[in-house]
Each structure stands twice: as C-alpha cells, then as structure tokens.
C-alpha cells in the first residue's frame, strides 16, 4: 500500500480515532501507483497466456452478442484447431459465487457456453488440455472493488442495509397556498356604544378566549365595562383607539390560525390519479417547515389556468405556519409493494451504469442495476442484484473514490 493511500484514509478516519489508538489492519485496493504492468494482449485484443511454446488467447466478445469467452491457441507460434483443445474456465465472483464455463469449437475459435454478466470481476481459474498435456493459469481480473477494514468504515460513516421488499409511495407534485379556514375569523365590536377608554392589545398579540380587548365608557349607563375575545386567535386588525366612539362599527378582528387550509392546484393531466384522502406531504420552500395531511375535497369549478382546487387542512397549533404562504406538497396518488428495492442514497455512477454498492466481510463491489419505477427514498430493482444483498446506502461515495483511485480497469 502506497503512503498516499494510506494517508488519504487516515485524514477521513482522524476525527473519530483522535485520542485512541488507530485500527492496526487497513487493507484497501491495490493504487494506480503501483498496479501491475498491464497483461499481454494477443491480436483479438484479449489476455495472453503462456506456457513454454503453448500460448492461449482468452478474450470476452460481446460484438453484437452478450458477453461471452472466446479463446484461440497457438504451439511455437502456430494455429491449433479448436477442436484439439480442452478448455474450461472457473470464474470466482466475491463471495465465493463460482461461473464453471465450458467451451465448444466454433470457426477459428474455442466459444464458451455463457454469458459473462457485469460485474466483469473475478479471479479466472484456467484448465487447458492438448495433445496430452495439461496447462493451467490464475489470476485476478477485479473491476469496480475495493477493500476498507471496518473500524476505518465505520469511521468514515459507511452505513449498508440489505436489499429486499419495499414499499412504494407513488407521489404527485403541485403547488399552492396557505389561507385562513373559513368561519375562524371573528370581527369584535361593543355590545353598547360608547366612548373606547383604552385598547388593551396590539395587532399581531395571541389571545384567548375571555382576555380583556378594549375598556368601554356606555354612553347609555355611562359606566365602564370590558369587551373581551370570544374565541382564542391573533389579532390580525384594529380599527379603533382611545377616545373615539364605537359607533357600532367594527373595532378589532380576531384570526384563529391554529388550523389552516390548502389550496393545491392539481391540473387536467393528474384529475384522474387525484382523490379524497389521499394523504399529503406539504413544504414551504425555503424552511424546514413541513405537514402530513390528507386531501378533503376539491372546488367544482376551475381555475383560469384549468387547475382545479383541492383543500386540505393542517395543524398549526404551534403557529410556525401563517396564511399567505406558498407552499409545495406531494400528494400520493398510489401504492405499490415490490420485490426488490434499493435506497436512493445509495446509488452511484459507474461507466454507462447506475450501480450500488455489495459488501461482502470487508470487501465492496459494483453491482450494475437494471432500476424501475422511483418513489420516495426507495427505486425499483429489476435486475442486477440479488435479494438480499447486503449493499452501501448512506456515503456510498466514499467507495467510489476509493474505487477510482485504484484505477481497476475493465479488461476484456
């Protein structure tokens, strides 16, 4: 292991070993630095293999086929007819998953019998027989791997799960605002007129119900006497000061917004998908503010952009919300249970593919997925992954670097 390698993960693992001894066994993927030289390559651009005057070409085709083995054999530099040649090839996947390959004689060429699906690492174990003699190769073709003792994975945040059923929460998009629920707002007047001695709140004050408002002098009795909230809420208006009359006007106006209502336009193409009760995740961008709720009903009539209106109510009993506000929610509109799932939080680029990450013991490799429908945290796996796969899903990124700073290649 270079010293650069080893002090790139030290500076990760640092912060949590500070003041304890660091982990005693780091073993990591070998670097670029010191990668070996790159294998022989014969004319069909695959792995030369030699053995005094036999050499065996092994190559992975996949010209318009899956990728399969072809291999060509040559004695002191000249052809051997396929059909002389016995070859089988072992390939032995992480976690001790054994591909037996046999091959037939096909053209100029021996074929193997399977198909090499992703990832393309593996140790390939070689038995070859000709002419009564027996030649055998090993070695590793790893791709996408990568090896990281626990202490220092633990270290670094790597979190796995296993991959396996999962619910998804198919979710639909709007926008929308905050108002007021009709009916909690309540305009305060005097029960008897007068002239107002004093106002004892200032707009914008919480209330509750019973508090003294404003201190009336009856022109009637010509005594003094309170007007108190009926209700509890904000005092969203005043209208009046001391020493005016109350003339039987409104003076204040109460607003209760410990709940509030939600208008989120939903249009023409999701009407279908929408219904009463679906529940609902509402956002005011911007904030951390966040609700659960469930859709009530919706307006009869439309929009002039044809949105139809549905209205849902939120609780605001710690009134961090206010009417006025915009807001963006997800209304789900389907509910899918499926075999197999992975966490979004774990999926990374690798090539042409969207991959996860497998742990087997203290070694992580690139598994190539075939994804479906996403929702949530969760996506949909098809293919490439097998139940119950132990895979990364929290700083999966940490082993894709590590990954890339090995340099392991993709040999064919």
């Given at each position: 292991?270079?010293?650069?390698?080893?002090?790139?993960?030290?500076?990760?693992?640092?912060?949590?070993?500070?003041?304890?001894?660091?982990?005693?066994?780091?073993?990591?993927a070998?670097?670029?630095?010191?990668?070996?030289?790159?294998?022989?390559?014969?004319?069909?651009?695959?792995?030369?293999?030699?053995?005094?005057?036999?050499?065996?070409?092994?190559?992975?085709?996949?010209?318009?086929?899956?990728?399969?083995?072809?291999?060509?054999?040559?004695?002191?530099?000249?052809?051997?007819?396929?059909?002389?040649?016995?070859?089988?090839?072992?390939?032995?996947?992480?976690?001790?998953?054994?591909?037996?390959?046999?091959?037939?004689?096909?053209?100029?060429?021996?074929?193997?019998?399977?198909?090499?699906?992703?990832?393309?690492?593996f140790?390939?174990?070689?038995?070859?027989?000709?002419?009564?003699?027996?030649?055998?190769?090993?070695?590793?073709?790893?791709?996408?791997?990568?090896?990281?003792?626990?202490?220092?994975?633990?270290?670094?945040?790597?979190?796995?799960?296993?991959?396996?059923?999962?619910?998804?929460?198919?979710?639909?998009?709007?926008?929308?605002?905050?108002t007021?629920?009709?009916?909690?707002?309540?305009?305060?007047?005097?029960?008897?007129?007068?002239?107002?001695?004093?106002?004892?709140?200032?707009?914008?004050?919480?209330?509750?119900?019973?508090?003294?408002?404003?201190?009336?002098?009856?022109?009637?009795?010509?005594?003094?006497?309170?007007?108190?909230?009926?209700?509890?809420?904000?005092?969203?208006?005043?209208?009046?000061?001391a020493?005016?009359?109350?003339?039987?006007?409104?003076?204040?106006?109460?607003?209760?917004?410990?709940?509030l209502?939600?208008?989120?336009?939903?249009?023409?193409?999701?009407?279908?998908?929408?219904?009463?009760?679906?529940?609902?995740?509402?956002?005011?961008?911007?904030?951390?503010?966040?609700?659960?709720?469930?859709?009530?009903?919706?307006?009869?009539?439309?929009?002039?952009?044809?949105?139809?209106?549905?209205?849902?109510?939120?609780?605001?009993?710690?009134?961090?919300?206010?009417?006025?506000?915009?807001?963006?929610?997800?209304?789900?509109?389907e509910?899918?249970?499926?075999?197999?799932?992975?966490?979004?939080?774990?999926?990374q680029?690798?090539?042409?593919?969207?991959?996860?990450?497998?742990?087997?013991?203290?070694?992580?490799?690139v598994?190539?997925?075939?994804?479906?429908?996403?929702?949530?945290?969760?996506?949909?796996?098809?293919?490439?992954?097998?139940?119950?796969?132990?895979?990364?899903?929290?700083?999966?990124?940490?082993?894709?670097?590590?990954?890339?700073?090995?340099?392991?290649?993709?040999?064919?």
């Open positions: 292991m270079t010293p650069r390698k080893i002090f790139s993960h030290l500076l990760l693992a640092l912060p949590l070993f500070a003041g304890n001894a660091l982990p005693t066994q780091m073993v990591y070998q670097s670029a630095e010191t990668a070996e030289a790159e294998p022989e390559k014969g004319p069909h651009r695959g792995r030369m293999l030699r053995d005094g005057d036999f050499a065996l070409e092994l190559a992975i085709f996949e010209t318009g086929v899956p990728p399969e083995f072809r291999a060509w054999s040559t004695l002191s530099g000249q052809p051997i007819a396929p059909q002389d040649v016995q070859l089988s090839v072992r390939l032995i996947r992480l976690g001790d998953v054994v591909d037996n390959i046999g091959f037939r004689a096909e053209g100029d060429y021996l074929r193997g019998d399977m198909e090499i699906y992703e990832p393309h690492s140790i390939v174990d070689i038995q070859v027989q000709h002419a009564g003699q027996q030649y055998q190769w090993r070695y590793d073709n790893f791709e996408g791997r990568t090896q990281i003792a626990a202490p220092v994975a633990d270290a670094m945040g790597i979190t796995t799960e296993v991959a396996g059923p999962a619910t998804l929460h198919i979710q639909t998009p709007v926008w929308g605002n905050l007021s629920v009709p009916g909690t707002e309540r305009n305060v007047s005097a029960r008897f007129d007068g002239e107002i001695r004093k106002v004892h709140v200032r707009e914008g004050q919480v209330v509750q119900a019973g508090s003294e408002l404003l201190t009336i002098d009856s022109n009637e009795s010509l005594k003094s006497y309170s007007v108190r909230a009926p209700a509890s809420g904000i005092v969203s208006r005043i209208y009046a000061a020493g005016e009359q109350s003339a039987g006007r409104t003076l204040l106006t109460l607003q209760d917004n410990r709940t209502q939600a208008e989120l336009a939903v249009y023409p193409k999701d009407w279908s998908r929408v219904n009463a009760g679906a529940p609902v995740t509402i956002k005011v961008p911007g904030t951390e503010l966040q609700a659960q709720t469930v859709l009530k009903h919706a307006y009869p009539s439309v929009q002039s952009d044809q949105s139809r209106l549905w209205l849902a109510t939120l609780d605001n009993a710690e009134g961090l919300l206010a009417a006025g506000m915009k807001i963006n929610a997800r209304i789900e509109t509910t899918r249970d499926v075999a197999l799932a992975v966490k979004r939080s774990g999926l680029a690798f090539r042409d593919f969207t991959v996860v990450y497998a742990k087997v013991g203290d070694e992580y490799e598994r190539m997925l075939e994804l479906g429908q996403a929702a949530g945290e969760w996506v949909e796996v098809l293919g490439g992954l097998e139940p119950g796969t132990e895979y990364v899903s929290e700083n999966s990124y940490i082993i894709k670097a590590d990954i890339e700073k090995s340099g392991a290649s993709h040999d064919h």
